[in-house]
């Protein structure tokens, strides 16, 4: 609505919709199928981190392709939401291996797949 199709304009964007129909910016790339395909594709190729931003079905979706996680947690309580992992359970582990608190109480934590 704003005209800002890229809100990370130094990285390769991908936007995994199967209703968005198409983008009018070549830098983002409109995936519409087969994200676990693109995720498998993108991790044999030379290249930086993929960063997963979204949750829910998406990120329940690619939880076999997810070697580690970032959370961020607020002190507030705002209601419902989208789940971080929607869907069948499936216990996967996770080691913490590092947490940064702020001082107004945000914590970000990390955690490698055990």
């Known amino acids: 609505a704003i005209g800002v199709t890229s809100p990370f304009p ?4 991908y936007v995994v919709s199967s209703t968005l129909g198409r983008f009018d910016d070549p ?19 030379d290249g930086m981190d993929i960063w ?5 079905k998406f990120a329940a979706a690619l939880l076999e392709e997810i070697d580690e996680l970032v959370i961020k947690s607020y002190p ?3 209601g419902t939401g989208v789940p971080g992992f929607a869907g069948e359970f499936r216990p996967t582990l996770f080691r913490p291996t590092e947490r940064t608190e702020f001082g107004n109480g ?3 934590s990390w955690f490698t797949r055990a």
């Open 27 to 45: 830098a983002v790339e409109l995936v519409e199928r087969d994200p676990v395909g693109l995720v498998r594709e993108l991790k044999r190729q």
């Open 106 to 108: 945000v914590q970000v």
């Open 76 to 78: 507030v309580v705002a």
């Open 10 to 13: 130094h990285m390769k964007l």
């Open 52 to 56: 997963l931003a979204g949750g829910g």
